[in-house]
């Protein structure tokens, strides 16, 4: 070859390679934005189950699928980045947990499908229209936070025989836990419980919490939600301390220390909310899967911390639990 024509062939070669380049390109993987309320460690479990769920349904992370995981660590202004961080990678998909997370998500990305694994009252936070036909681009699973409070205060009851006076810990910067601890307010006013509620919005709220209600309660509810999960060493230390019993919503609690929790059981929720992203991902509109409610509640004991504050347990109530910490 002449080296005019190969110099020619060079160039024409060299223009054609980025079109060569692009079509050799794989297709962009289906992405899910994982907007986690809290830390990896407080929500480990949930997440093993969730991505085990995907990759039973034919979902392998590297091979058909991107999962971006982030954390906001119970801060709305962190939560408020990573949902405007999902928009701009232009996620398929978030899956997030909690009102004040979806809300985040919800305002960032508009058009992007929403899944929650879990969230008190979808319909009493304004992010569904109701559980049966959600609308718009969000469904998920709901805790019903609200429907098991009579059951947290039946087994408060079967604690402390003279229960007389409940005191309830709950963020109040979070619409869910708001929403249960109204309802566990409600509740124990109907059974003839008076009922003291102490209010936090940060970690810093929590001991003056305890301080205010050291003598005025015979037991406590810690109302679940990222703050509380992120500072359950803190609050369990302080219940320790004031040898008081303590019910919690999730298992988190009583496998640091809590006395006892009983709720629906979340990583079953995440499980099943890998099958809401599966039917999203193969094309079904979030609006036509209906929300769904927990099927699983778990009880969950601790029977050294029993001991401790001096709590006899009930045999019928260590014969019915889930689980028994010793």
């Known amino acids: 070859m002449r080296r005019r024509d190969f110099v020619t062939f060079l160039g024409g070669a060299a223009a054609s390679w980025p079109l060569v380049a692009r079509a050799q390109q794989p297709a962009k993987l289906p992405t899910i934005g994982f907007l986690g309320s809290g830390t990896p460690s407080t929500q480990s479990n949930r997440v093993a189950a969730f991505a085990q769920q995907l990759h039973d349904l034919g979902w392998v992370e590297g091979r058909n699928l991107v999962i971006e995981y982030r954390w906001a660590e119970a801060r709305r202004g962190r939560a408020d980045e990573i949902a405007a961080e999902f928009a701009r990678l232009n996620v398929d998909v978030i899956v997030t947990s909690g009102a004040v997370n979806i809300i985040a998500a919800k305002q960032a990305a508009p058009a992007t499908p929403i899944v929650f694994a879990v969230t008190a009252d979808p319909v009493a936070a304004g992010l569904v229209a109701s559980l049966a036909r959600p609308g718009g681009n969000i469904t998920g699973l709901s805790s019903q936070g609200t429907d098991y409070a009579g059951k947290q205060i039946d087994l408060l009851r079967e604690l402390v025989p003279t229960l007389r006076r409940l005191g309830v810990i709950a963020n109040t910067g979070s619409p869910g836990a708001t929403a249960e601890m109204r309802a566990f307010e409600e509740t124990a006013r109907k059974l003839n419980f008076e009922v003291s509620i102490f209010e936090i919005r940060k970690v810093d709220d929590i001991a003056p ?37 303590t019910i919690y919503g999730t298992r988190e609690y ?32 979030p609006a036509d899967i209906p929300v769904e409610q927990p099927t ?23 014969a019915r639990a889930d689980e028994v910490i010793e």
């Not at 509810?221 to 019993?245: C, E, F, G, H, M």
């Not at 009983?262 to 599966?278: I, K, M, Q, S, T």
């Open 254 to 285: 009583p496998e640091v220390g809590g006395l006892i929790s009983f709720g629906p059981n979340l990583e079953d929720l995440y499980r099943r909310a890998a099958a809401f992203v599966d039917k999203i991902l193969r094309g079904t509109k």
């Open 296 to 318: 699983k509640f778990d009880l969950i004991i601790n029977l050294k911390t029993a001991k401790a504050i001096g709590i006899e347990m009930p045999p019928t109530l260590l």
């Open 209 to 245: 919490a305890f301080a205010a209600l050291t003598g005025r309660v015979d037991a406590l509810d810690v109302v679940p939600d990222p703050l509380t999960l992120s500072y359950r060493l803190q609050l369990i230390s302080l219940a320790l301390a004031a040898r008081l019993p």
